[in-house]
């Protein structure tokens, strides 16, 4: 009896593997490996036909460490890095103004109780800094100023008091406020420092002059130009091989990070000294480095989701030059035109694709090595339960694809968590695993990271528009179908439920754009309190 359920059991496991195999031709799907290499380019027409292109980009090559990479960032400039050791420079001076004290010459006076004084303190701190850019590769979300540490007139406030506040309790008051002041500056940098009796100084890392580091970054310029030059190629294909899916050539995250964050910064330096020509060519040197990822097939998940993640950083510049009010109307038309065309969905579906038909492969050459056994136990199943296991991993692979409607920039977050609940359920109870090389990657975090990219760069185009608009009449439209067809071709819609953003103008000249998030449910434009953003509104800028 036993041996009649055993081999009863295989042979229904392997023919659900048959069936299986005949139903995705039947639908048909691409499931040969071959169909997905891609044909020869030549070297002179090829991105990485450039040496250098292939020795500092490519995944896996020990040179990128000896050549760009350790030329990004630049290690040594204040406010990159931030630790005790941190030389810090005055912002303001603090005064407590207990009854019957004299004011002093010079001095802002403020109350204590009221509620408006952190703000005002904020707003006089910030002044005193002058514009900032929050370079990426800051820690503390600023990284370089326009003036010199040394030629800063510190604030100085007298703050009006019945009893003098505690050291704690001044510090619980101004950080917070300074960041709804929207100075960038987060909780950890401001920091009081007793100076003599009821008297402190407000401290902060010195940060980097917007010359020094243009200076330092100009020097980089060879390396610029060779990228510049390379991307003029019309194919884009990394060298390596492609007959496994395991051996498929990738990007260098790190190479590539770097890059971006030095970009990003020299864009901000040329914004906040009045050049917005010369930014538009950092970003746009930025946006055009995304063909190797567009367009290096086949497209593996990590180029997928280090185009995501370069996407991100680019238009959270476009962000940062519409905050300091620098974009004009003939940079923001060329930003409007390369956002129009971003669409970061499409390559993160095909490369699920890949995906599917990888491990497709993998099973088809040798099934067994799909699965190995969990325990000594397992060795009691039949092996056809692991290839039953095996359709049911397939299928998931494949059928989870159509979570995202990448045509269309639409992520359906209803699938994509029935999606996750299956691939749970999958190695539930089960006697067999896959191997190592064939464990599912984590397909929410995926979407959910590629939602909220696409959704930042809808913003942006968004905000370009409005901008132009802002620029043409002296205010900001009443509603977004204003904005067609002078400024804008069409309205981009959420990438979550594929409405329309929300938008309102708001008092200040300023206005609200927010978009639904992951959850589905529109919160009036609040933020969620989770990191990353999953339980409250995408709202502009992020």
Same mark, same amino acid.
């Given at each position: 009896?036993?041996?009649?359920?055993?081999?009863?059991?295989?042979?229904?496991?392997?023919?659900?593997?048959?069936?299986?195999?005949?139903?995705?031709?039947?639908?048909?799907?691409?499931?040969?490996?071959?169909?997905?290499?891609?044909?020869?380019?030549?070297?002179?027409?090829?991105?990485? /036909? $450039?040496?250098? +292109?292939? !020795?500092?980009?490519?995944?896996?090559? %020990? *040179?990128?460490?000896?050549? =760009?990479?350790?030329?990004?960032?630049?290690?040594?400039?204040?406010?990159?890095?931030?630790?005790?050791?941190?030389?810090?420079?005055?912002?303001?001076?603090?005064?407590?103004?207990?009854?019957?004290?004299?004011?002093?010459?010079?001095?802002?006076?403020?109350?204590?109780?009221?509620?408006?004084?952190?703000?005002?303190?904020?707003?006089?701190?910030?002044?005193?800094?002058?514009?900032?850019?929050?370079?990426?590769?800051?820690?503390? /979300? $600023?990284?370089? +100023?326009? !003036?010199?540490?040394?030629?800063?007139? %510190? *604030?100085?406030?007298?703050? =009006?008091?019945?009893?003098?506040?505690?050291?704690?309790?001044?510090?619980?008051?101004?950080?917070?406020?300074?960041?709804?002041?929207?100075?960038?500056?987060?909780?950890?940098?401001?920091?009081?420092?007793?100076?003599?009796?009821?008297?402190?100084?407000?401290?902060?890392?010195?940060?980097?002059?917007?010359?020094?580091?243009?200076?330092?970054?100009?020097?980089?310029?060879?390396?610029?130009?060779?990228?510049?030059?390379?991307?003029?190629?019309?194919?884009?294909?990394?060298?390596?091989?492609?007959?496994?899916?395991?051996?498929?050539?990738?990007?260098?995250?790190?190479?590539?990070?770097?890059?971006?964050?030095?970009?990003?910064?020299?864009?901000?330096?040329?914004?906040?000294?009045?050049?917005?020509?010369?930014?538009?060519?950092?970003?746009?040197?930025?946006?055009?480095?995304?063909?190797?990822?567009?367009?290096?097939?086949?497209?593996?998940?990590?180029?997928?989701?280090?185009?995501?993640?370069?996407?991100?950083?680019?238009?959270?510049?476009?962000?940062?030059?519409?905050?300091?009010?620098?974009?004009?109307?003939?940079?923001?038309?060329?930003?409007?035109?390369?956002?129009?065309?971003?669409?970061?969905?499409?390559?993160?579906?095909?490369?699920?694709?890949?995906?599917?038909?990888?491990?497709?492969?993998?099973?088809?050459?040798?099934?067994?090595?799909?699965?190995?056994?969990?325990?000594?136990?397992?060795?009691?199943?039949?092996?056809?339960?692991?290839?039953?296991?095996?359709?049911?991993?397939?299928?998931?692979?494949?059928?989870?694809?159509?979570?995202?409607?990448?045509?269309?920039?639409?992520?359906?977050?209803?699938?994509?968590?029935?999606?996750?609940?299956?691939?749970?359920?999958?190695?539930?109870?089960?006697?067999?695993?896959?191997?190592?090389?064939?464990?599912?990657?984590?397909?929410?975090?995926?979407?959910?990271?590629?939602?909220?990219?696409?959704?930042?760069?809808?913003?942006?185009?968004?905000?370009?528009?409005?901008?132009?608009?802002?620029?043409?009449?002296?205010?900001?439209?009443?509603?977004?179908?204003?904005?067609?067809?002078?400024?804008?071709?069409?309205?981009?819609?959420?990438?979550?439920?594929?409405?329309?953003?929300?938008?309102?103008?708001?008092?200040?000249?300023?206005?609200?754009?927010?978009?639904?998030?992951?959850?589905?449910?529109?919160?009036?434009?609040?933020?969620?309190?989770?990191?990353?953003?999953?339980?409250?509104?995408?709202?502009?800028?992020?």
């Amino acid at each position: 009896m036993t041996g009649l359920f055993f081999a009863e059991e295989n042979w229904r496991g392997q023919k659900a593997w048959e069936n299986c195999k005949r139903d995705l031709k039947t639908q048909g799907r691409k499931v040969n490996w071959a169909d997905y290499i891609p044909a020869p380019v030549p070297d002179e027409e090829n991105v990485f /036909g $450039v040496l250098e +292109m292939q !020795r500092w980009f490519k995944g896996g090559n %020990a *040179a990128a460490w000896t050549d =760009l990479t350790r030329k990004l960032p630049a290690p040594s400039f204040p406010g990159v890095e931030v630790d005790r050791h941190t030389k810090r420079m005055l912002v303001a001076e603090v005064r407590i103004g207990l009854p019957g004290k004299p004011i002093p010459a010079d001095f802002v006076v403020l109350r204590w109780d009221d509620p408006a004084w952190p703000a005002e303190a904020a707003r006089l701190i910030t002044n005193a800094l002058g514009s900032t850019a929050r370079t990426p590769q800051s820690r503390i /979300g $600023v990284g370089l +100023m326009l !003036r010199r540490p040394e030629d800063l007139q %510190a *604030a100085q406030i007298f703050l =009006l008091c019945e009893t003098a506040p505690t050291l704690k309790m001044l510090q619980a008051f101004l950080p917070d406020t300074i960041v709804n002041a929207n100075a960038g500056l987060p909780e950890s940098v401001l920091k009081f420092e007793p100076d003599g009796r009821d008297a402190y100084r407000v401290t902060m890392p010195v940060l980097g002059r917007v010359a020094d580091y243009l200076a330092w970054s100009d020097g980089l310029e060879p390396q610029f130009a060779v990228i510049r030059q390379a991307l003029q190629r019309p194919h884009s294909r990394m060298q390596g091989f492609y007959g496994n899916p395991n051996t498929v050539p990738g990007p260098n995250f790190r190479p590539v990070r770097n890059l971006i964050q030095t970009l990003g910064a020299r864009a901000e330096c040329h914004l906040l000294l009045g050049q917005p020509e010369a930014a538009l060519n950092d970003v746009t040197l930025i946006h055009d480095f995304c063909r190797i990822f567009d367009e290096n097939e086949p497209t593996t998940l990590l180029k997928a989701m280090v185009n995501v993640a370069v996407r991100g950083l680019y238009a959270a510049q476009i962000a940062e030059g519409l905050r300091l009010q620098a974009w004009r109307e003939p940079q923001l038309a060329v930003l409007e035109a390369q956002l129009n065309h971003i669409n970061v969905v499409l390559p993160v579906a095909q490369a699920f694709e890949l995906e599917a038909v990888a491990a497709f492969h993998t099973l088809e050459s040798v099934p067994s090595a799909g699965f190995v056994k969990k325990s000594v136990w397992s060795g009691l199943c039949p092996r056809g339960w692991g290839y039953q296991r095996i359709v049911k991993r397939v299928n998931l692979d494949f059928g989870r694809i159509a979570s995202l409607a990448a045509a269309n920039q639409v992520i359906f977050t209803g699938q994509v968590e029935a999606a996750d609940r299956k691939s749970q359920a999958l190695d539930h109870w089960s006697p067999y695993a896959f191997a190592a090389h064939l464990t599912p990657v984590d397909f929410t975090r995926a979407c959910q990271n590629t939602a909220h990219a696409q959704t930042e760069i809808n913003q942006a185009l968004l905000a370009c528009a409005l901008e132009r608009y802002h620029l043409a009449h002296g205010e900001y439209p009443p509603i977004l179908d204003a904005l067609i067809p002078q400024f804008l071709i069409r309205i981009p819609h959420d990438v979550i439920g594929g409405r329309a953003p929300i938008y309102s103008r708001a008092t200040g000249g300023t206005y609200m754009l927010y978009s639904i998030g992951w959850k589905g449910i529109d919160h009036g434009g609040v933020r969620g309190k989770s990191s990353p953003n999953l339980d409250g509104d995408w709202v502009w800028p992020d």
